[in-house]
């Protein structure tokens, strides 16, 4: 089935640690997009790429990095920069034109301070 | 004005009660609108497109007003299985992500 897959489905980190969060499609999607959901909260956007080895901030970038390196691939690193990481990380994909298509998600990783 | 604005609720609405939630956009030269379904704990999940003539699907009608620009969700019949976070999605011109409102919480009560 096609679909976007999200691990782990629960991640802690420590104190001044990196962590990476992997994100795959085989939607033959051309866009990928993360966001964080705060309890209670919306969606915010903190990076999205619209092709391979391209990517641009989105409105919460500060203390994430990402990479696209494969079309079907779109991990984001959550770093020790980011202070208050704890929260839930949504992946989506859609197809071309980026602000015209409906989004897909994965079913999201929750992320932990120990 | 933000870009995308709904009420937050929560609306406790009686099984088979109908209810309806709006949501404005700020950007009048926004083309395309949808409204996601999130379960507590999970992902949003498309629910439907909106369209200009408006459209429905089984218990549920969106509608779109571009004048007064906004765009409404009726569903009819409540279930209990409905109590979910509703999220109205509008793009924005250019080649720039879809803008997510906050959403509008639904509980359906027997």
């Known amino acids: 089935d096609g679909g976007i897959t999200q691990s782990p489905k629960y991640l802690f980190r420590k104190e001044g640690q990196n962590v990476t969060l992997s994100c795959e499609q085989n939607?033959?999607?051309?866009?990928m997009y993360w966001y964080r959901q705060d309890p209670g909260q919306g969606l915010r956007l903190i990076y999205y790429?619209?092709?391979?080895?391209?990517?641009q901030k989105g409105d919460i970038a500060e203390g994430y990095s990402v990479s696209r390196e494969k079309k079907e691939s779109f991990p984001l690193t959550v770093t020790s920069a980011q202070k208050n990481p704890t929260a839930f990380y949504l992946c989506?994909?859609?197809?071309?034109?980026?602000?015209?298509?409906?989004?897909?998600f994965g079913d999201g990783t929750r992320l932990s301070i120990l | 004005r933000k870009e995308v604005e709904q009420d937050p609720g929560p609306f406790n609405v009686p099984e088979g009660a109908t209810v309806a939630f709006n949501c404005t956009y700020s950007?009048?030269?926004?083309?395309?609108f949808f409204w996601y379904r999130q379960d507590c704990r999970k992902e949003p999940k498309l629910l439907m497109s909106?369209?200009?003539s408006g459209n429905e699907d089984g218990r549920f009608t969106a509608q779109l007003n571009r004048a007064s620009q906004y765009i409404s969700l009726l569903i009819r019949d409540s279930k209990l299985s409905d109590s979910a976070t509703y999220l109205c999605?509008?793009?924005?011109?250019?080649?720039?992500?879809?803008?997510f409102g906050k959403g509008t919480r639904l509980s359906v009560i027997a």
């Open positions: 989506a994909s859609s197809s071309v034109n980026v602000g015209n298509q409906p989004q897909h």
């Open positions: 939607l033959n999607h051309d866009a």
């Open positions: 790429s619209q092709i391979v080895n391209d990517f």
């Open positions: 950007n009048s030269a926004s083309q395309s």
């Open positions: 909106v369209y200009s």
């Open positions: 999605v509008v793009n924005t011109p250019g080649n720039t992500p879809l803008v």
